[in-house]
């Protein structure tokens, strides 16, 4: 072998010997047990779960809707697709006696003014005449007239709703969450859905030209979101 072969042999070689070196000085670990190399990380533990803990309710209370965590939504069709719209800010109480549903009673109301859809020129035709003639009917209302319950967590509500003038019976189904402390007072969350015909309330609009019900269905699916919280008892009582 020539020394030109011989020098380029010994350079590989210190070449190898240096990055072995290196490699042993950064990870001491997978040079004294090499074996443990290609194992995989330990998992970290998992959180430990929590859960929320359920104060104790009278079973006989009255409860206030929280307006700013709670809201009545809509939803219309609209030839093939759908328009959605938003009541904020709700109010309302209602009385629950867990014991005797029959004996619950519900007062709600929202103000037609603050109707939105996300489109300004749609909010104020809705507001106009043709829908919901806030002008005249500004606040919408719902009394209850019986509620009945399924189970623990589920009720059915009919009750007479008040819109654009015009009374009419609607059933609610209804499903209560458990009571949760929060913001010093004990709350409830509660989902309420329900379907209408908005001819019954006087809303008949249609698009002119396009055929009754084609641009603005007549059914509306109705959903409330509400948070209730508890009213303290009163003083002696």
């Keep these: 072998m020539n020394r030109s072969r011989l020098t380029l042999c010994a350079y590989l070689t210190s070449a190898i010997a240096v990055v072995s070196a290196c490699k042993s000085q950064e990870d001491p670990a997978s040079s004294a047990n090499p074996t443990t190399t290609n194992q995989p990380a330990a998992k970290a533990p998992d959180a430990p779960s929590t859960t929320v803990p359920i104060p104790t309710v009278?079973?006989?209370?009255?409860?206030?809707l929280d307006p700013e965590n709670s809201s009545v939504t809509f939803v219309s069709q609209h030839v093939h697709s759908?328009?959605?719209?938003?009541?904020?800010?709700?109010?309302?109480?209602?009385?629950?006696?867990?014991?005797?549903?029959?004996?619950?009673?519900?007062?709600?109301?929202v103000d037609v003014n603050l109707i939105s859809t996300g489109v300004?020129?749609?909010?104020?035709?809705?507001?106009?005449?043709?829908?919901?003639?806030?002008?005249?009917?500004?606040?919408?209302?719902?009394?209850s007239t019986h509620v009945s319950r399924s189970n623990a967590t589920s009720y059915s509500v009919t009750g007479n709703l008040k819109m654009r003038g015009v009374t009419k019976p609607v059933t609610l189904a209804v499903t209560l969450s458990p009571p949760f402390n929060h913001a010093g007072g004990i709350r409830r969350g509660v989902e309420a859905?329900?379907?209408?015909?908005?001819?019954?309330?006087?809303?008949?609009?249609?698009?002119?030209g396009e055929g009754s019900g084609v641009v603005v269905r007549d059914n509306i699916e109705i959903t409330i979101n509400a948070e209730l919280v508890l009213r303290p008892a009163s003083k002696g009582a």
């Design 58 to 64: 009278p079973s006989v209370a009255t409860w206030e």
């Design 120 to 143: 300004e020129e749609r909010d104020t035709h809705l507001k106009s005449a043709d829908f919901f003639d806030v002008a005249k009917y500004p606040v919408a209302t719902f009394v």
């Design 193 to 208: 859905t329900a379907s209408i015909n908005r001819r019954d309330f006087g809303i008949n609009w249609d698009f002119p």
């Design 82 to 109: 759908k328009v959605r719209g938003l009541f904020p800010q709700p109010s309302g109480t209602v009385f629950l006696d867990e014991a005797t549903p029959a004996n619950c009673k519900i007062d709600a109301s």
